[in-house]
């Protein structure tokens, strides 16, 4: 299955949330991602932490692009070119970052890869449009203002794709007020994917948490349209 770049950009605002999650155990990796992606989120931001966390994600993208191709595998907590390449060589098909970096905007362009910076200022958040970036990353979400922070920048700047991290709640709550606000999604680690959840190895409950979580994510934009 090929996942260009409008296909990826479409399936992260299709979905609404975007997992984050990193285990240093490939085959955890692969139950944890098979799970999000059977609830209806088959876009999954592996982020690089911990050691050799490159060769886990090529594992796991291998696996994947044979046992289920529809999964779109990309990669955050990336803040450099040379690591962009990396993930990209090994498959990644979306970078998201915790900073703005012009020269990782300018790898990931020329490989028609998306990439989503994280912005906290709305000159941020322009620059990272002028350097080709369709959807960026407000991080820390909650820090840098929550959805008062976005409804102040899309203002002036309508035409702009925000998916905060940090501060976003897999609750009704949370995600009415984000998504009235006007974001086209959100990254949710830890609270998505509890530790609860992992430390029992309970797949099918994650599969379940990711479903509701989309479920809602949709009835809420119904709402909104």
């Known amino acids: ?93 979306f970078v998201v970052g915790p900073i703005l970096n012009a020269d990782v905007a300018k790898v990931c362009n020329r490989r028609m890869i998306p990439y989503s910076p994280g912005c906290g200022s709305a000159s941020e958040i322009s620059y990272a449009q002028e350097l080709g970036c369709e959807i960026v990353k407000v991080f820390p979400g909650e820090s840098v203002g929550g959805p008062t922070f976005v409804k102040n920048v899309l203002g002036p700047m309508p035409w702009t794709r925000i998916m905060p991290t940090g501060g976003v709640d897999p609750d009704e709550t949370s995600l009415r007020e984000w998504f009235g606000a006007g974001i086209v999604a959100a990254g949710m680690g830890s609270k998505l994917i509890t530790n609860d959840l992992l430390k029992a190895g309970d797949w099918k409950g994650i599969e379940d948490r990711v479903r509701k979580t989309v479920d809602l994510i949709s009835s809420i934009r119904r709402e909104l349209t």
Not at 11 to 31: K, L, R, S, W
């Open 1 to 93: 299955m090929t996942h260009d770049r409008m296909t990826v950009l479409t399936a992260m605002m299709g979905q609404g949330v975007i997992p984050v999650f990193y285990h240093p155990d490939a085959e955890t990796c692969v139950n944890v991602i098979q799970a999000c992606a059977n609830g209806g989120a088959r876009c999954i931001e592996f982020t690089n932490r911990g050691d050799f966390a490159s060769h886990v994600f090529l594992d796991v993208a291998r696996h994947f692009a044979s046992a289920d191709p529809s999964v779109i595998m990309g990669v955050g907590s990336v803040v450099d070119a040379p690591t962009a390449g990396i993930y990209i060589a090994n498959g990644a098909r």
